[in-house]
Every structure is written in C-alpha cells, then in structure tokens.
C-alpha cells in the first residue's frame, strides 16, 4: 500500500484541495453533499484519513469533475489512443 506520505498521494491530496476551492464549496457544505461531518472532508483532504476510489469518485461528483482530474497520472486519453 502507498504511504500517504508518497508525492503522488500528496498531489492527489492537493488536486482534491483544489477541486473543491474550484467548486466554491467550503468543507463544510462539500460535507452535507457527502451526508458525512465536516471532519471526514478535513481529515481526507489532510492525509489523516485515507480516500478509497469510491470516496474520490464521491467528491469527484460532488466537486462537479472527472475522477481523472483527482488523480495525478490518470489524464484523459483521446480516443484514437485507446487501445
């Protein structure tokens, strides 16, 4: 399992940070979208907590972006470089 510690987390953490200042939303309102408290965004966002897939999709939703835009390295191909 990656640390949290590990660069590409913490730019996936950053990207999560700067999903939801994009989105206008404070931690507290992304939470209510959530239906979880305020702690779970601040925790997650600060690498106190660890963001499965599904979460990260969560706030991906939430934040109105791709999961792609979440996670450093998973950039959209076109479609002509689909295997």
């Known amino acids: 399992m990656v640390s949290t510690l590990d660069e590409r987390y913490q730019a996936f953490l950053a990207n999560l940070r700067a999903a939801r200042a994009r989105s206008g939303l404070t931690q507290s309102e992304a939470a209510q979208a959530l239906r979880r408290p305020q702690s779970f ?16 999709s969560d706030f991906a939703a939430v934040y109105g972006c791709r999961l792609s835009d979440l996670v450093p390295g998973c950039e959209r191909r076109d479609a002509d470089e689909r295997v």
């Open 41 to 56: 965004v601040s925790r997650s966002e600060n690498g106190e907590r660890r963001v499965d897939i599904v979460e990260a």
